[in-house]
C-alpha cells in the first residue's frame, strides 16, 4: 500500500485543515487577556469563539451544495483569502464589539474550510487508503492544535492581539493550492431536486443519523468544557498565564496526534465500533477528572484522556460518513456534518455559559461527562462498522 501521507494533494489538504482549526486554537490561551483587556465578563468570553463559528453554521449546507455543483476548488481558494485577511484585520481590533464584527467576518471564510478538506480526501482515496488519509489529517489536525495555542501562548505574552497574525499564512496556501492541487471534481448531471431527494434519502438511515449526532456531541465537549472553560478553569483555580494554559492544551493534542496516526491499523485490528466505544469511556473519565484536580499538573491525565479520545473518534467518524456517500453527493453529507460542527462549535460556549452563570465550573464538566454517555450509547445500540477488521 502507498505512503499516502507523501502525496504532494494531501499534504495541501494539511494546510487547509490547519487553517480550519487556527482560528479558535491559535487564541484559546489569550481568552483570559481579551477578557481582561476588553473588560468583559466569563459568559461574554464565549461570543469570540461563537461569532466566529457563527457562519459555518449558516453556511455548510450552501458550501456543501456548490462543491458538489461547481467544484471543490472554486469554494476553497476564496474562502482561504477571506479568512486569512480578516483573520489579520481582528489585530488591529480597538473594542470588543469591532473583534466581533472582524469574527464574524474571518468565520465567512473559515466555515467552509472543514467540509472542504474532508470531502478531498474522500474522493482521493477508497477503502483503507481513505481510513489511513483520515488518520493522518487528524493527526495533522492534532499537531495544530498542539502548535497554535503554544504559539497562540507565547504572543499573547506581548499582547492579546498578537496570535490574530497567525492567519495571514492562508494567503500563500490559497495560492499554492489554486495552481497546485490535482483532485477530482464531481461530475452532476442529475437535476437539483434529484440531487437533493437522493442525498437525503442516504442521510436519513440509521447509520448516518446517528454519526451526525456523535459530531454534534462531541464538539459540544470539545468547545463547551475543553476549548472555553478548561483555560477559564486553569487560570481562576492555579493561576495559569497563558503559556502555561498553552502547554496543557499541547500534551492534549499530542497525544491526539498519536492515536490518530495509528487510525488505520487500529481500525483494521479492532473495528470502527470499538474504537468509538474507547473514545467515550475515555471522554467520561477527562469530565470526571478535570474538576477534580487540585494543582495544574493533575490536569494532565485527564487532558491525555480527552487527546486519546479525540484522536480515536473524530477521523473515525468522518472515514465512516464519507464512506457513506458518492463522490457526487460527498460535499453534501460533509456539510451536513459541518453543519452540526459549526451548531455546536457556536452554541456550545454559549450553552455551557448560561450553565457557568447558574450553577458554576462543576456543571459544565457534569455536562460534558452526560455528553460522553450519549456516545458511548450511539456506539453500542446503533452504529455499525462500515468496514471489515
Not at 481579551?34 to 464565549?46: A, H, K, S, W
Not at 457513506?324 to 452554541?347: C, D, H, I, S, V
Not at 450519549?374 to 453500542?380: P, T, V
Amino acid at each position: 500500500m502507498r505512503r499516502v501521507y507523501l502525496d504532494t494533494n494531501l499534504q495541501l489538504i494539511f494546510g487547509v485543515t490547519l487553517m480550519a482549526i487556527l482560528g479558535v486554537s491559535s487564541i484559546i490561551p489569550a481568552l483570559p487577556d481579551i477578557m481582561q483587556e476588553l473588560d468583559i465578563t466569563p459568559v461574554q468570553i464565549g461570543l469570540v469563539i461563537s461569532i466566529f463559528t457563527l457562519p459555518g453554521v449558516l453556511l455548510s449546507p450552501l458550501v456543501g451544495v456548490l462543491a458538489d455543483r461547481i467544484g471543490r476548488k472554486v469554494i476553497l481558494v476564496p474562502s482561504l483569502f477571506v479568512f486569512g485577511g480578516f483573520g489579520f484585520a481582528c489585530f488591529f481590533a480597538q473594542s470588543f464589539e469591532q473583534l466581533l464584527v472582524l469574527r464574524f467576518l474571518q468565520g465567512v471564510g473559515a466555515g467552509p474550510l472543514g467540509v472542504i478538506y474532508a470531502t478531498i480526501i474522500g474522493d482521493l482515496y477508497e477503502g483503507k487508503e481513505r481510513g489511513q488519509a483520515m488518520g493522518y489529517n487528524a493527526s495533522v489536525l492534532s499537531i495544530g492544535t498542539a502548535a497554535f495555542p503554544a504559539v497562540g501562548g507565547v504572543l499573547a505574552l506581548i499582547g492579546w492581539k498578537w496570535p490574530f497574525l497567525l492567519p495571514l499564512l492562508a494567503i500563500p496556501l490559497g495560492l499554492a493550492i489554486s495552481t497546485r492541487l490535482d483532485s477530482p471534481e464531481p461530475s452532476n448531471n442529475s437535476s437539483l431536486k434529484e440531487y437533493f431527494s437522493e442525498a437525503l434519502t442516504r442521510m436519513k438511515t440509521k447509520q448516518a443519523l446517528s454519526l451526525f449526532a456523535t459530531t454534534l456531541v462531541t464538539f459540544i465537549i470539545l468547545y463547551g468544557p475543553i476549548v472555553t472553560y478548561l483555560p477559564i478553569l486553569l487560570d481562576t483555580r492555579f493561576d495559569a498565564n497563558p503559556a502555561s494554559i498553552g502547554l496543557v492544551f499541547l500534551i492534549s493534542s499530542g497525544f491526539s496526534g498519536l492515536a490518530s496516526f495509528q487510525l488505520g491499523r487500529l481500525s483494521s485490528s479492532f473495528g470502527q465500533r470499538p474504537l468509538l466505544i474507547a473514545a467515550a469511556i475515555l471522554y467520561g473519565f477527562s469530565m470526571v477528572l478535570m474538576p477534580m484536580a487540585p494543582g495544574i499538573w493533575h490536569v494532565i491525565p485527564p487532558v491525555i484522556c480527552f487527546g486519546l479520545a479525540q484522536g480515536l473518534n473524530i477521523p473515525t467518524v468522518m472515514t465512516m460518513i464519507s464512506s457513506l456517500a458518492p463522490m457526487e453527493q460527498r460535499g453534501a453529507f460533509m456539510a451536513a456534518n459541518g453543519f452540526l460542527l459549526r451548531l455546536a462549535q457556536t452554541l456550545a460556549p454559549i450553552f455551557m455559559g448560561g450553565i457557568y452563570g447558574l450553577f458554576g465550573m462543576q456543571a459544565i464538566f457534569i455536562t460534558g461527562l452526560l455528553c460522553a454517555v450519549a456516545i458511548l450509547l450511539l456506539a453500542l445500540l446503533v452504529i455499525r462498522n462500515t468496514d471489515t477488521p
